[in-house]
């Protein structure tokens, strides 16, 4: 497990590899970083419905959820990647679920463009990597590595787009 990403798309030996224990499926994002291209977005996206559930609850139990999420996730990715040969293949997008629930925090009782908003914002950070993101995604391997680059990029894009609500209220 050297490489940063592993950049291919997954093979059909990887693919059963995954879907043959349930970390796999959790690991990649329940099926959307199968996606031939752009698995990391249709990880984003797919993360928005179940947060139309997350959005009815209460701050904290959104707290809650994002931190159990993001132990799963540390746990799946770290399986999931073992079962792959890579510390981090394009196709494990739980990173993605969790970094989106977080860039959408301030959106929980905002108006709709505020998810599409979040959304954009969230693919910005993860796609560009700024620092401190870029050192994350370098340094840390395993599920660890995983995951915590995206709960940085979740962070920035949730306060930009918190900035962003309170000077257009």
Aim: hydrophobic letters at 60%; charged letters at 15%; proline letters at 5%.
């Amino acid at each position: 497990m050297n490489a940063p990403v592993e950049r291919r798309n997954i093979t059909a030996t990887q693919r059963r590899a995954l879907l043959a224990m349930p970390a796999g499926w959790i690991a990649c994002g329940l099926g959307s970083g199968l996606a031939p291209v752009a698995q990391g977005t249709f990880g984003s996206l797919a993360a928005i419905l179940p947060w139309l559930l997350l959005r009815e609850l209460s701050l904290p139990l959104n707290l809650l959820v994002i931190a159990l999420g993001f132990a799963l996730g540390v746990w799946a990715c770290e399986l999931a990647g073992r079962a792959l040969g890579v510390d981090d293949h394009r196709a494990l997008v739980w990173d993605e679920f969790v970094g989106q629930w977080i860039a959408l925090l301030p959106a929980l009782l905002a108006p709709w463009w505020a998810v599409a908003a979040g959304f954009a914002l969230f693919r910005l950070f993860d796609v560009w990597k700024p620092w401190p993101i870029r050192v994350l995604d370098r340094r840390l391997k395993g599920g660890l590595g995983v995951m915590a680059d995206d709960v940085v990029a979740g962070v920035f894009a949730a306060a930009v787009l918190a900035i962003a609500l309170h000077l257009l209220r």
